[in-house]
C-alpha cells in the first residue's frame, strides 16, 4: 500500500466521521475522489479513449517517435535545432550603449527603473524642444549635423552633445613624488567611457546647483534636458571646467618626463625614474586625441 493511497484512507475515515458527529448526512470531498486509486485509473483510461477517438495516438506509444534525433553530446530534440550564427555575425546590445552608461550612472540606491524612465523623458524632451541655436564661442565636435537636425534624433543629439564637453585627459596627484612632501601633478588620457561618465557627472552636478523651478517627478529629466541644450548652445558652465582640465593638463604636461623623488628609511632622497610609466601615458594620450579629432570612417556594407 503506497503512501497515496494511504493518505486517501485517511481522508474517507475523517469524513465519515464528521458525518457521524454532524447531522448524519456523510459530506463528499473532491480532495478525496481524486486520491482514490480507482477514481484516478478511470481518469486515465477515459483521457486514453477520448485520445484514439480523435485520431491520436498515447502519449506513451508517441514519445519515441515525438523525438527527432540527438545533438553531438547526445541530447535528444523534440523540435528542429536552430541554425548557427554565422562567422561575421554579432549580437546587438538592446540600448545603445550610451543610453545604458548613462542611465547607471543616474541611478540611485539601485531603482534602475526609475533612472529609465528620467531617461526617458531627457529624450522626449530634447526631441520636442526647440533646435539650439550652436554657439561659435564653444563648438561642439568636429562632423556634427546642423543644429535643426539635433531634435529628429534625440540619441545622436545627446552623445554628441556629451563627446563635445568631455574631457580628452585628467591630472592624476602622485602623493609625494615632487618631493618635500609635495604632490605631483601628471596628465594622462581618458578613454571614451571614462570621458563620457566624467561629463556626465558634471552635467549633473551643475544641476543640482541650480535652483529648482519647481517639483513632481519630471522635474529632474527636464532640468538635465535643459543643461544639455545650454551645453550645445554654448551657455554652460561645464565648459569652464572642461577648458581649465585642459589648460592644467597642459601647463603640466612637462612633469611626463619628470623624475619621482622619495626619501628612503634612511633620510636620504631616494631617486626612481618615470620614464617607463610616463611613456605609457603619452602614447594613449596621443591616441586618444587622435581618435577624437580625426575619427574613423565607417565602412559601407558589403
Not at 483510461?45 to 514519445?63: K, M
Not at 531634435?151 to 609625494?176: E, Q
Not at 554654448?234 to 565648459?239: A, D, H, K, M, N
Request: contains cysteine; hydrophobic residues 40%; glycine residues 8%.
Amino acid at each position: 500500500m503506497d503512501q497515496l493511497e494511504v493518505h486517501w484512507r485517511t481522508c474517507r475515515k475523517n469524513n465519515r466521521a464528521q458525518g457521524e458527529e454532524g447531522n448524519g448526512r456523510a459530506r463528499w470531498s473532491t480532495c478525496t475522489a481524486r486520491l482514490d486509486p480507482a477514481y484516478r485509473v478511470r481518469r486515465d483510461a477515459q483521457r486514453d479513449l477520448e485520445v484514439l477517438a480523435s485520431g491520436g495516438g498515447l502519449l506513451a506509444d508517441s514519445a519515441a517517435a515525438d523525438v527527432l534525433g540527438t545533438d553531438e553530446k547526445g541530447r535528444s530534440y523534440k523540435y528542429p535545432l536552430p541554425a548557427p550564427l554565422p562567422e561575421n555575425s554579432k549580437l546587438q546590445a538592446r540600448y545603445h550603449p550610451v543610453l545604458e552608461q548613462l542611465t547607471n550612472v543616474m541611478m540611485r540606491h539601485g531603482k534602475k527603473s526609475v533612472a529609465q524612465r528620467n531617461m526617458a523623458m531627457i529624450l522626449n524632451h530634447l526631441r520636442t524642444a526647440p533646435a539650439p541655436i550652436l554657439s561659435t564661442k564653444n563648438p561642439l565636435m568636429a562632423g556634427h549635423p546642423p543644429g535643426s537636425h539635433f531634435p529628429l534624433n534625440p540619441v545622436m543629439y545627446l552623445t554628441i552633445v556629451i563627446d563635445s564637453v568631455a574631457p580628452l585627459v585628467k591630472v592624476r596627484y602622485i602623493p609625494g613624488a615632487a618631493g618635500g612632501g609635495r604632490a605631483l601633478e601628471m596628465p594622462g588620457p581618458l578613454a571614451v567611457r571614462q570621458r563620457r561618465r566624467l561629463a556626465f557627472q558634471w552635467i549633473l552636478d551643475a544641476v543640482a546647483k541650480k535652483r529648482s523651478t519647481g517639483s513632481g517627478r519630471t522635474q529632474l529629466a527636464h532640468r538635465i534636458a535643459n543643461e544639455i541644450i545650454a551645453i550645445a548652445e554654448g551657455r554652460s558652465g561645464v565648459w569652464e571646467k572642461r577648458i581649465a582640465v585642459h589648460k592644467l593638463a597642459t601647463s603640466t604636461r612637462a612633469n611626463l618626463t619628470a623624475q619621482q623623488v622619495r626619501t628612503g628609511t634612511d633620510g636620504f632622497p631616494m631617486m626612481r625614474s618615470l620614464c617607463h610609466v610616463t611613456s605609457v601615458w603619452v602614447l594613449l594620450f596621443r591616441q586618444s586625441a587622435e581618435a577624437t579629432l580625426h575619427p574613423p570612417a565607417m565602412s559601407s556594407p558589403a
